[in-house]
């Protein structure tokens, strides 16, 4: 099996409506890709949702333990975890009130992808949100 993210045009319309991203794995430390990435992406306009168990907030915005935590509807989970570790959080999603999850550059797991699409959940890895914001606005 294979990995099929949606095209350039569908994550285009996914981050324009797109307005609250729960990031999974959000280091409270500037130096850490989890941070610069949702940096930009919340100076770009969204509401950020830090989800790490071990940090008390970043970004400014107060953190949660899990994704169960989050009150009301997200647009998109970013995860900023190990690939081995998608499977688990994407029981967790499925659990909640969310629209897209979202694997960052690098990773991917295939039981996770599966599992997701066959409950009509869409479903993007090994992209970074950050390049794909810059590249849809350009088209």
């Given at each position: 099996m294979t990995?099929?993210?949606?095209?350039?045009?569908?994550?285009?319309?996914?981050?324009?409506?797109?307005k609250r991203i729960a990031v999974v794995g959000l280091s409270?430390?500037?130096?850490?890709?989890s941070y610069q990435v949702s940096a930009a992406m919340q100076k770009a306009g969204y509401d950020i949702i830090p989800v790490n168990p071990t940090?008390?907030?970043?970004?400014?915005?107060k953190a949660v333990a899990s994704l169960k935590d989050i009150e009301g509807h997200i647009d998109i989970v970013n995860v900023f975890r190990r690939s081995e570790q998608l499977f688990d959080v994407a029981k967790e999603?499925?659990?909640i009130d969310a629209d897209v999850f979202w694997a960052q550059q690098g990773l991917i797991n295939e039981q996770a992808?599966?599992?997701?699409?066959?409950?009509g959940f869409t479903v993007i890895m090994d992209r970074c949100?950050?390049?794909e914001h810059a590249i849809t606005r350009a088209i």
């Open positions: 990995i099929e993210n949606p095209s350039r045009e569908e994550i285009k319309d996914i981050l324009k409506k797109a409270s430390n500037p130096e850490r890709t940090i008390e907030e970043a970004l400014g915005a999603f499925a659990e992808y599966q599992f997701l699409k066959e409950k949100i950050k390049v």
